[in-house]
């Protein structure tokens, strides 16, 4: 993180000021004060340019201010901190509060400040408690790394190494995995279902239609099945009335009959019922001739019978059905489609959700990869090794060999002094400075080898106080070490230190009648 610029208006003890942090490039910078009020350097303003920074950052202060407490008691309003870091730049505002965001010249400001936030802490790659612990050293500040509980240091080594990619992965499995959890659900529903309905025509499949039986339900209603069978009732009745006529031959036709197979001459005793010729006697031939007549008559009837019944059996319609059939067709539902079409939609189901529970039994193994105990446990294990490298590195310098530190896979300090085991909390001040100092110039390092967001600038508040001589002497050769690539300013009261100091570039705060100036 390389910040370039600070400037600020109405902030603390300040009216205005502008600092350019680029102009310094890398090399030890003194931050001396002169409060012309008192007559010393307490007071001048000078702790304010580092709470400029975290505040224009994070909106937060290191020294826990209120907002009453940190917009300049003399203007009362109008507070305002502008920071340029790497491609952003950042205006917060106090009494009127807003915070706007430009990155790469775009403006990112979100409708609430919480997401402007947010946005600016990934674009950082860092949020308060790590800028806090890898940057800034010193008075004032409650952010320590050792004073971390174990989720914290996790949270700061994570963000030291921009895991965040592995967190968005984990949260992405996760939100996937409880989308697929609930469409499993949803089919698990839909499969209970589909076998109670299975079940339940299978049962009903004995007394199902088949397809012929089905299709005529579909072709024909009650109503013309009935008056077809009327149609054929009336039709049959003619041609049986038929029949009997044709059956019964009247008594003239059967002896006019027997009269012409006599022929003429023969023994005729009857009398014609419908024309009421009497023959008794020997048939003559005009009774012959009449005979034949009633004869032909009759046969000409019966053959126009014959043709009627004839015409009448071909226009019977032929039923599909009987009433009564129909009637117990029509009460049958088709079962035997439906209870395919179940049958296959369940083993569909089935088949995708066999699927889905083995896509989501494989993301379970990615969730848990992904989790603190997988990738991230892993990851912390690997860069452990480095980090303890790094705090004795440092703490070689400070402590003369006398204090060394590991920690364990849990980020638990394990801490000895001259062989003896010590825990973080029995230490005396100094020891405590000493090795937090250590960790904290660690983490930096690992910001180093990981993502590029090492930040630019050091700030060492005060540091050397309550060192002892050894420590001191330490501490100038470390600053020394990390001037080398960095800019480390340096606020410090103690005179051994700031005789070092004096050679280096200088940034005077003088304070006078309340307000601190920078030159
Ligand atoms: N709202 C405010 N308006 C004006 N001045 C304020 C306001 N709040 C705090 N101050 C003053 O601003 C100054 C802040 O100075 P700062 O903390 O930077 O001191 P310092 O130079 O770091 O001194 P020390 O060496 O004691 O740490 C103090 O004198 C403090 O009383
Ligand atoms: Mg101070």
Redesign the pocket.
Known sequence: MKIHSISFKNF??YHEADLDLSKYASGLVGIE?I?KDSGG?????????L?AIVFALFGRTI?K?NE???????AKRGMEVIIKVEDMVIIRKRKPSSLNVWIAGEERTQAHASTTQEIIEQHLGVDYKTFMSAAVFG??STVDFLDANPDDKRKIINNFLNLSYIFDKKADIKERRSSMRAKIRENEVLINKLNTDIAKYEGMSGQSLTEHQAAIVRSYTLEQIIDMRSDNWGKERTISSYNDEIRSVPSDVRNARKAVKNGVGSDQSWTCKSCGTKFDGKLTQEQYDHCVGIVDEWEDKVKSFKDHVKQLKKELKRLPCTVSEYQKWSSLSPVDGILADSRAELEEVLELNYQLQDKYDMLGFWDKAFSEKGLVRYVIRTVRDYLNDKCNFYLAYLTQGQVSLTFDDELVENIEVVGRERHYISLSGGEKRKVNLAVMLALQSILSVSNGTESNVLFF??VAENLDEHGIRGLIDLLYELRKDKTVFV?T?NPHLASHMESHKKIT?T?EQ?I?TIS
């Open positions: 603390y003890s004060g409060n350097s307490n007071g001048a303003g000078k702790s304010v340019i709470e020294r201010s009453a407490a940190m917009v300049n008691v003399q008075q004032h508040d005060e606020i009261h705060i304070k309340g601190s």
